[in-house]
T-cell receptor
Framework: GAVVSQHPSRVICKSGTSVKIECRSL??????MFWYRQFPKKSLMLMAT?????????EQGVEKDKFLINHASLTLSTLTVTSAHPEDSSFYIC???????????FGPGTRLTVT | DAKTTQPNSMESNEEEPVHLPCNHS???????IHWYRQLPSQGPEYVIH???SNVNNRMASLAIAEDRKSSTLILHRATLRDAAVYYC?????????FGKGTLLTVNP
C-alpha cells in the first residue's frame, strides 16, 4: 500500500519559535495533501488542503499566516507553525491522495509540544 | 458534510465478530460511506467504503441498509490489534470530515 511519512515524529519547541513538519508520499505522487490537527481524546480536524504548485485552502477558523503550508512537489508538503504557543501543542497528521484514488493515505503523525 | 452518529464505545472479545453501527439519516445520493480506524498515537488508516451494495475486503465487511440511512462495519474475528477508534464518514468530495468515532476495546 501507499506509504506516507512525517518528520519529525515528535518535537518540543519554545514558545515564540517556529516549527516545520514535513509530510512525504514515499511511493506515489500525491496530487493533494491534507493537514489535520488532533487534540487529546478528540477527533481529527481538517486544517487545510493543498495541491501541488498552488496555494493551500484553509478551513474556517484556521489562521493561514500562523500555519504556513507549502506543497512544493508531488511528494512533499510542509506545515510550518509560526510563533508557536502552548495552545498549539497538538498531534499534527498529514494525508495524501491521488486524483483517481478513493482513499486518503495518512502519515503517522507529529506530536508537537510547545513549552 | 452530512453527519454520522456512532456509539461512543463498544467492547468485544477476541476472535468474536464485531458489528459497529453507524447512522447517517441525512445521507445524499452522492455520498459514499467510508470507514477509517485510528490506533493509539497513529494516523488513521482506511478500512472500507461503499455506496449502495455490501462490500467485503481483507479487513472487514460493510453492510449498507437498503435506504442507506445506516451501515454496519463488520469485523469477522476481532483481534487485539483491532482495538482502535473507528470512524464512519460520509464523503461526497475530496474531504473527509471525522466525527467522534467508536472506541473499540477487544478483550483477550
Amino acid at each position: 500500500g501507499a506509504v506516507v511519512s512525517q518528520h519529525p515524529s515528535r518535537v518540543i519547541c519554545k514558545s515564540g519559535t517556529s516549527v516545520k513538519i514535513e509530510c512525504r508520499s514515499l511511493d506515489f505522487q500525491a496530487t493533494t495533501m491534507f493537514w489535520y490537527r488532533q487534540f487529546p481524546k478528540k477527533s481529527l480536524m481538517l486544517m487545510a488542503t493543498s495541491n501541488e504548485g498552488s496555494k493551500a485552502t484553509y478551513e474556517q477558523g484556521v489562521e493561514k499566516d500562523k500555519f504556513l503550508i507549502n506543497h512544493a512537489s508531488l511528494t512533499l508538503s510542509t506545515l510550518t507553525v509560526t510563533s508557536a504557543h502552548p495552545e498549539d501543542s497538538s498531534f499534527y497528521i498529514c494525508s495524501a491522495t491521488t486524483s483517481n484514488s478513493y482513499e486518503q493515505y495518512f502519515g503517522p503523525g507529529t506530536r508537537l509540544t510547545v513549552t | 458534510d452530512a453527519k454520522t452518529t456512532q456509539p461512543n464505545s463498544m467492547e468485544s472479545n477476541e476472535e468474536e465478530p464485531v458489528h459497529l453501527p453507524c447512522n447517517h439519516s441525512t445521507i445524499s445520493g452522492t455520498d459514499y460511506i467510508h470507514w477509517y480506524r485510528q490506533l493509539p498515537s497513529q494516523g488513521p488508516e482506511y478500512v472500507i467504503h461503499g455506496l449502495t451494495s455490501n462490500v467485503n475486503n481483507r479487513m472487514a465487511s460493510l453492510a449498507i441498509a437498503e435506504d442507506r440511512k445506516s451501515s454496519t462495519l463488520i469485523l469477522h474475528r476481532a483481534t487485539l490489534r483491532d482495538a482502535a477508534v473507528y470512524y464512519c464518514i460520509l464523503r461526497s468530495n475530496y474531504k473527509l470530515t471525522f466525527g467522534k468515532g467508536t472506541l473499540l476495546t477487544v478483550n483477550p
